[in-house]
């Protein structure tokens, strides 16, 4: 499968130059024009009239499309809602009641229709996903019902005047704590596993394999990798940072981009301008980020910078008030940060994407006037809105009036479609790819090359037989590693063995064992500070590989590489330098 183009971020000249043709060509546009004939959601992207020979360049597409297209059109366009249910055109009764109150229709696929959508987000959670706040409802099951689901959308949205270009189907599928679809699928190890390995080659297979998954299941917008730099003991970020350090974080976000777009799925780096040098969580409030601007740009935009210079189609902006440049305002809402900063200064010139537009910081609006708001500020999408039916009619009243100047709206939907059209044309893998040896080995090389000692001997095993314990609800991930110790040689048994103890997302010191003889550290490593064991381990993931990993090294087969990403109170980053 070949490469998704990853044009520099300095081409944004040539849509520029689009945008203005179109501007002029669609300023009298409000009255709605007659649609076309619905296009085929599976039939290949024909050239629209007027692209002549530019038909095969996403921009020259884009441009085209959006000359054709009515003020509904161009509005759906920019509006990237949730729905209720998991299938595009039959659900629950109390999924048709959630999509009522949302917009005004039974199923996802009329939501489609109704609001001539650009995209949907899949939406979902699990018991640690700090996300959790701000999904609803859920949308993913496993990889038959998913890619069941996505087909269904993308035929809804092909009958649509846009419905040339593929839809937009996304969700946060970052690994670790923040995995939407976790059945049935190659999970690999957190961000910050991916860190402490150190091997930005390694991160690119293991994301190349996920996009090959998430492109089988029809998602070609992944809201992944996070580029926060993990600046502060950030309980949201944590684990899904991929460190402490810029510049090794940096190196990081660049594989992940090129690996997850080499198999036709966007990247999207978040959360512009640094969610890791806060501790506070946007999902409850509006953190405020009071480092000085010469501080953020040495300790949280250079991975941004790597991202959009490794081709990243797509950036999330964060619902962050950055003091030293736009102080009182979130990001989100802040021209001078995602105009002025994040395209003047950084050069970035693909799609930005808002946070999610039901979280408490963009809620102090109505949808309406909120995404209007975000566009005029830089946005290109607006994502989860509370309401999509407000959100649609607010953007259609702003731009009928003129608070919302058409250049910014025709602007946004031009870089929309322009992504859309370079995923466009791309074989769809098989679902029989999931989880395959190629994909599962990927993930294993990067868990394996996580796995760190921060206090004891450097590799040679422990003393069986093993008895392995866990902080509480945690009993699938103990039988995990159970089972990978066996399958070591490791004997295990009930009580009596070595004490192996795991902790995870949300532990603290009362959850440590006395009287373990190994502690492990499964998400960020900060508990082991506390930690009394001899020997202290990280995994930063409780992922299978992360398992097989640590019960490689716990059986003595395997030498343990990796360093901590982040610093732990009275601890070296590894006790196995040299």
Same mark, same amino acid.
């Given at each position: 499968?070949?490469?998704?183009?990853?044009?520099?971020?300095?081409?944004?000249?040539?849509?520029?130059?689009?945008?203005?043709?179109?501007?002029?060509?669609?300023?009298?546009?409000?009255?709605?024009?007659?649609?076309?004939?619905?296009?085929?959601?599976?039939?290949?992207?024909?050239?629209?009239?007027?692209?002549?020979?530019?038909?095969?360049?996403?921009?020259?597409?884009?441009?085209?499309?959006?000359?054709?297209?009515?003020?509904?059109?161009?509005?759906?366009?920019?509006?990237?809602?949730?729905?209720?249910?998991?299938?595009?055109?039959?659900?629950?009764?109390?999924?048709?009641?959630?999509?009522?109150?949302?917009?005004?229709?039974?199923?996802?696929?009329?939501?489609?229709?109704?609001?001539?959508?650009?995209?949907?987000?899949?939406?979902?959670?699990?018991?640690?996903?700090?996300?959790?706040?701000?999904?609803?409802?859920?949308?993913?099951?496993?990889?038959?019902?998913?890619?069941?689901?996505?087909?269904?959308?993308?035929?809804?949205?092909?009958?649509?005047?846009?419905?040339?270009?593929?839809?937009?189907?996304?969700?946060?599928?970052?690994?670790?704590?923040?995995?939407?679809?976790?059945?049935?699928?190659?999970?690999?190890?957190?961000?910050?596993?991916?860190?402490?390995?150190?091997?930005?080659?390694?991160?690119?297979?293991?994301?190349?394999?996920?996009?090959?998954?998430?492109?089988?299941?029809?998602?070609?917008?992944?809201?992944?990798?996070?580029?926060?730099?993990?600046?502060?003991?950030?309980?949201?970020?944590?684990?899904?940072?991929?460190?402490?350090?810029?510049?090794?974080?940096?190196?990081?976000?660049?594989?992940?981009?090129?690996?997850?777009?080499?198999?036709?799925?966007?990247?999207?780096?978040?959360?512009?301008?640094?969610?890791?040098?806060?501790?506070?969580?946007?999902?409850?409030?509006?953190?405020?980020?009071?480092?000085?601007?010469?501080?953020?740009?040495?300790?949280?935009?250079?991975?941004?910078?790597?991202?959009?210079?490794?081709?990243?189609?797509?950036?999330?902006?964060?619902?962050?008030?950055?003091?030293?440049?736009?102080?009182?305002?979130?990001?989100?809402?802040?021209?001078?940060?995602?105009?002025?900063?994040?395209?003047?200064?950084?050069?970035?010139?693909?799609?930005?994407?808002?946070?999610?537009?039901?979280?408490?910081?963009?809620?102090?609006?109505?949808?309406?006037?909120?995404?209007?708001?975000?566009?005029?500020?830089?946005?290109?999408?607006?994502?989860?809105?509370?309401?999509?039916?407000?959100?649609?009619?607010?953007?259609?009243?702003?731009?009928?009036?003129?608070?919302?100047?058409?250049?910014?709206?025709?602007?946004?939907?031009?870089?929309?479609?322009?992504?859309?059209?370079?995923?466009?044309?791309?074989?769809?893998?098989?679902?029989?790819?999931?989880?395959?040896?190629?994909?599962?080995?990927?993930?294993?090389?990067?868990?394996? +090359?996580?796995?760190? @000692? $921060?206090? &004891?001997?450097?590799?040679? !095993?422990? /003393?069986? %037989? =093993?008895? #392995? *314990?866990?902080?509480?609800?945690?009993?699938?991930?103990?039988?995990?590693?159970?089972?990978?110790?066996?399958?070591?040689?490791?004997?295990?048994?009930?009580?009596?063995?070595?004490?192996?103890?795991?902790?995870?997302?949300?532990?603290?010191?009362?959850?440590?064992?006395?009287?373990?003889?190994?502690?492990?550290?499964?998400?960020?490593?900060?508990?082991?500070?506390?930690?009394?064991?001899?020997?202290?381990?990280?995994?930063?993931?409780?992922?299978?590989?992360?398992?097989? +990993?640590?019960?490689? @090294? $716990?059986? &003595?087969?395997?030498?343990? !590489?990796? /360093?901590? %990403? =982040?610093? #732990? *109170?009275?601890?070296?980053?590894?006790?196995?330098?040299?």
């Amino acid at each position: 499968m070949g490469r998704v183009s990853t044009t520099p971020r300095r081409a944004g000249v040539a849509l520029a130059a689009l945008t203005a043709l179109l501007v002029s060509g669609c300023s009298g546009a409000a009255e709605r024009r007659p649609d076309p004939a619905p296009t085929s959601a599976t039939a290949p992207a024909s050239p629209t009239p007027g692209a002549s020979a530019s038909a095969a360049d996403p921009a020259a597409r884009a441009a085209a499309l959006v000359a054709t297209l009515a003020d509904e059109d161009l509005v759906g366009q920019v509006l990237m809602p949730y729905a209720y249910g998991d299938a595009a055109t039959r659900v629950s009764p109390g999924s048709r009641a959630g999509n009522q109150t949302l917009g005004g229709v039974d199923t996802p696929a009329e939501m489609i229709a109704k609001y001539r959508l650009g995209g949907l987000i899949l939406v979902g959670f699990s018991a640690d996903d700090p996300t959790k706040g701000n999904q609803e409802t859920t949308n993913v099951d496993n990889p038959k019902q998913v890619r069941e689901l996505t087909t269904g959308l993308r035929e809804a949205a092909g009958r649509l005047p846009a419905g040339q270009a593929p839809f937009l189907i996304g969700t946060d599928q970052e690994y670790g704590v923040v995995t939407r679809i976790t059945d049935g699928v190659t999970l690999l190890p957190s961000a910050l596993a991916a860190g402490a390995a150190g091997k930005p080659e390694l991160t690119e297979a293991a994301w190349r394999a996920a996009g090959d998954e998430l492109a089988a299941m029809g998602i070609n917008l992944d809201f992944a990798p996070v580029a926060d730099v993990l600046a502060t003991r950030s309980t949201v970020i944590g684990s899904r940072s991929y460190g402490a350090d810029p510049k090794a974080t940096a190196a990081q976000v660049a594989g992940a981009v090129r690996g997850l777009q080499a198999a036709g799925v966007a990247a999207t780096v978040k959360h512009f301008p640094g969610h890791g040098h806060s501790a506070a969580d946007s999902h409850e409030g509006l953190p405020v980020l009071d480092q000085s601007r010469k501080a953020l740009e040495a300790g949280a935009w250079p991975p941004f910078s790597a991202g959009i210079d490794a081709g990243a189609m797509a950036v999330m902006s964060a619902h962050l008030d950055t003091r030293s440049v736009d102080p009182g305002t979130a990001a989100t809402f802040s021209h001078k940060l995602l105009t002025d900063v994040l395209r003047g200064q950084l050069g970035f010139q693909g799609v930005v994407i808002t946070d999610g537009m039901n979280m408490p910081p963009a809620k102090r609006w109505s949808p309406g006037e909120a995404a209007v708001r975000a566009l005029k500020a830089g946005n290109d999408l607006v994502l989860m809105p509370p309401h999509v039916g407000q959100a649609y009619d607010g953007l259609l009243a702003a731009l009928r009036d003129g608070s919302l100047p058409r250049p910014r709206l025709v602007e946004a939907a031009t870089r929309v479609l322009t992504m859309k059209f370079k995923l466009a044309d791309r074989p769809v893998p098989e679902l029989s790819t999931l989880g395959g040896p190629a994909h599962r080995k990927a993930a294993e090389d990067l868990a394996a +090359a996580a796995v760190t @000692v $921060l206090r &004891g001997a450097c590799g040679g !095993g422990v /003393r069986g %037989p =093993v008895t #392995v *314990t866990s902080s509480g609800g945690r009993d699938h991930t103990r039988a995990a590693l159970t089972e990978a110790l066996t399958a070591a040689g490791v004997k295990v048994v009930a009580g009596g063995g070595t004490v192996v103890h795991l902790v995870g997302y949300g532990d603290g010191a009362g959850d440590l064992r006395a009287d373990a003889a190994v502690t492990v550290a499964m998400d960020t490593p900060y508990v082991l500070a506390k930690a009394k064991s001899p020997t202290l381990l990280a995994t930063y993931s409780s992922s299978r590989a992360s398992m097989t +990993a640590l019960a490689g @090294v $716990l059986a &003595g087969k395997t030498r343990p !590489g990796g /360093r901590s %990403p =982040v610093p #732990v *109170t009275g601890l070296p980053a590894t006790t196995c330098d040299g």
